[in-house]
């Protein structure tokens, strides 16, 4: 089975420009979740979907959004970008977020803002 | 709050030799998952081995344990006969009890295998 997938895997950009990463999830798992990872802060949280539903939500401004498709694959947007938007994001699946449900992680995009 | 606390930032361990990646968390859910994964330096997040609050053994996988003590609030990566493959940097995360797939993360323990 192959894994979690995400595209591109390196990303350059200049500050006030908007990116799109994309993830296709493990074949059959429904949630999707993203996570950026920063020296400085670590990893938190940004979002999670199911069922094309966006259920949680970390604490990040509005300029970061996502959305998943009907094939489970999802997608992230960061608009106006930052010099601090340069991170690792990471995108995870499951099967369905259950109380015992294992995310999976896939190999992330390294952005980098200048 | 939710927390998780890693308070060994790095570490050494001798090659065939088994160690221990100290964990402890802060929640006031009665029902949350505990995860370790494996960070090497590509990025990619390796899941390890995962214990649900109301388990009442140990988790086990492979060279993997993890020692749970659920009244201290710990939970402990235990690797045993370490490889030089092992080395990378650590994360323990909590998943919280209701609807929700949201990881916290700690910050991180860096473990280094010498042969």
């Known amino acids: 089975k192959a894994g979690v997938t995400q595209t591109p895997r390196y990303l350059i950009k200049t500050r006030g420009q908007q990116v799109t990463l994309s993830c296709s999830p493990i074949?059959?798992?429904?949630?999707v979740s993203w996570y950026q990872q920063t020296p400085g802060q670590g990893l938190q949280f940004l979002f999670e979907y199911f069922s094309e539903t966006q259920r949680n939500k970390g604490n990040f401004p509005g300029r970061f959004s996502g959305r998943q498709f009907s094939n489970s694959r999802s997608e992230m947007n960061v608009s106006t970008l930052e010099l601090g938007d340069s991170a690792l994001y990471l995108c995870a699946s499951s099967l369905a977020g259950g109380s015992t449900d294992t995310q999976y992680f896939g190999p992330g995009t390294r952005l980098t803002v200048l | 709050a939710q927390k998780i606390t890693q308070t060994q930032p790095g570490m050494f361990v001798q090659e065939k030799e088994a160690v221990t990646l100290d964990c402890t968390y802060d929640t006031s859910d009665p029902s949350y998952g505990l995860f370790w994964y494996k960070q090497p330096s590509s990025g990619e997040m390796i899941f390890l081995i995962y214990q649900g609050s109301y388990d009442q053994q140990n988790a086990t996988e492979g060279r993997y344990s993890l020692n749970f003590q659920k009244a201290r609030k710990s939970a402990n990566l235990v690797i045993s006969a370490s490889q030089l493959g092992d080395s990378a940097m650590y994360f323990c995360a909590m998943r919280p009890g209701g609807a929700t797939n949201k990881l916290i993360f700690g910050t991180g323990t860096l473990l280094a295998v010498q042969p």
């Open positions: 074949s059959g798992h429904r949630s």
